[in-house]
């Protein structure tokens, strides 16, 4: 019988839209190519699953993540597009979407959309026309930008334009844009945090960013959340991501001092050096610095742009090191193992700092570190980032202590989820408080959930529950990112976190 080829597989899949199957031959294209050859240390790497690329292609042609500067566009329009300044906020929503459309990135749709709360709150004259334009702007961006990795910022700041988006955000039970509340504990208003959270339980979105934190670091108003709940300078972005597979590379220890000595110095050089290859492809191979509208018009600068250096399961990397099987006996209930969690990321930390980046000026050229949210073919070998394997969390104030222990480092974005029952509703104030100190004990990002929600937090994204089901009776979803949220849920058990009740606040 003949095998059938990876095109046909593709073009015949009755699950996936016209725009999907595009995508999906192009990304085979990317993948099949070997313009940028790699060395056979790193090749085996990926054979033994200790790295991984994150799907990113043979022939990079643009950065992972750009993170435009939208103010500025808003501001002077763009000689390139043929759009000038708005006037009003239905000019200002549509030239938005017409600058969507043309920001790339590793999903081909924008993963950054700009702070709504900013772009919008000039133009917001009249609330009838604000409500009226922001909700088709929404539905616009729902149905063509269909990618749960779009995301877009509001606060820390609190105007009209801000509650409108929280309550179209509850009304409408969209999955895209992904959401988050820049907090800030001083700025940002009490009664604009709890609509947040009234909002976040009942649809996953906004999640909370530790402005704080993210503003001594990368600048005051200076950056954006993007795709899951990455950080980035606004203007710039990320090359690239590969991921450091912390289970996989402990296994290849003979010991705790041969990780440290000999293990961890060799993968993580490895990714380094990959990190290395690709940018210097993409910035001086491909043409997106030479011949792009973002950069030659400034929406983005080359220097603002860094290197990400990827991790997933440091929880079963401590277990596995530890010689723990259990995982309810492991990380997150074993303070042994969570000490060695700190130290696994201060060396990785040192060694990134040690490693001078190439074309990231602006990040004092060095690379950064960023918990990744981790992908379907996981399976419950590498929990993402460093969290908490699914269904051994600890009760909530232990696991927000431990989380806050690992966050540190990770300048690019790291975070964790909480599933919670109904009661919570009730309890919005409590929630505050408990956002509030998560973050003052290190925590970067915080969301949360109802258990029963169509629209649910995967690993980072969204998805609905209810498209999910369509992907089973194998009928085609718009989102591209459901396909994702099915693996997860069913080879992560993403979907079965534990369930928070009211009496343990």
Request: proline share 4%; net charge negative.
């Amino acid at each position: 019988m003949k095998k059938q080829s990876e095109v046909l597989k593709i073009i015949s899949d009755p699950t996936l839209t016209y725009a999907q199957q595009v995508l999906s031959l192009a990304r085979l294209a990317e993948n099949e190519d070997d313009s940028l050859p790699r060395d056979k240390e790193f090749e085996k790497a990926l054979d033994d699953g200790c790295i991984c690329t994150l799907n990113e292609g043979r022939s990079p042609y643009r950065p992972r993540y750009i993170v435009p500067d939208y103010a500025k566009f808003i501001q002077k329009g763009s000689e390139f597009l043929g759009v000038k300044p708005p006037k009003d906020i239905f000019e200002a929503c549509n030239n938005l979407l017409i600058m969507y459309h043309n920001v790339p990135s590793i999903t081909s749709f924008p993963v950054y959309l700009g702070n709504f709360t900013e772009l919008f709150g000039p133009f917001d004259v009249n609330e009838e026309d604000t409500r009226s334009a922001l909700r088709m702007f929404l539905l616009n961006i729902d149905k063509t930008l269909t990618d749960s990795f779009v995301h877009a910022n509001i606060g820390p700041s609190d105007n009209r334009v801000t509650r409108i988006i929280l309550e179209l955000t509850e009304e409408m039970q969209l999955a895209v844009p992904n959401l988050t509340l820049i907090y800030h504990e001083d700025i940002t208003p009490n009664e604009l945090a709890y609509e947040s959270i009234r909002s976040m339980l009942k649809t996953s979105k906004p999640s909370f960013c530790n402005d704080k934190m993210y503003s001594k670091e990368l600048g005051e108003g200076k950056y954006g959340i993007v795709s899951c709940y990455n950080a980035f300078k606004i203007g710039g972005g990320g090359y690239t991501l590969p991921r450091l597979r912390m289970y996989e590379i402990a296994t290849k220890a003979k010991s705790i001092d041969d990780f440290f000595s000999r293990v961890l110095p060799f993968y993580t050089n490895l990714i380094l050096r990959n990190i290395d290859q690709r940018i210097r492809f993409i910035v001086e191979e491909s043409n997106f610095f030479k011949t792009n509208f973002l950069v030659k018009e400034g929406f983005v600068e080359r220097d603002n742009f860094t290197g990400m250096v990827g991790m997933v399961g440091l929880a079963e990397c401590t277990n596995c090191l530890l010689g723990i099987t259990i995982k309810n006996k492991g990380f997150g209930h074993n303070l042994e193992a969570e000490n060695l969690g700190v130290k696994i990321l201060d060396a990785v930390h040192e060694m990134v700092m040690k490693h001078k980046g190439l074309y990231c000026h602006n990040y004092h050229d060095h690379y950064v570190m960023h918990a990744q949210v981790g992908i379907e073919t996981d399976g419950n070998d590498d929990s993402p980032g460093v969290r908490i394997p699914i269904g051994s969390e600890p009760e909530l104030y232990k696991h927000l202590n431990i989380e806050g222990r690992m966050h540190t480092h990770f300048e690019s974005g790291v975070g964790d989820i909480f599933k919670f029952d109904q009661t919570w509703n009730n309890s919005i104030p409590a929630i505050l408080d408990i956002i509030q100190g998560a973050f003052k004990v290190g925590m970067r990002y915080f969301t949360a959930y109802n258990c029963d929600n169509d629209v649910v937090r995967v690993t980072g994204y969204l998805v609905k529950r209810s498209e999910i089901e369509k992907l089973e009776k194998g009928k085609p979803s718009l989102n591209q990112c459901t396909v994702l949220g099915q693996g997860a849920r069913d080879s992560g058990h993403a979907l079965n976190r534990r369930i928070y009740h009211d009496n343990e606040k």
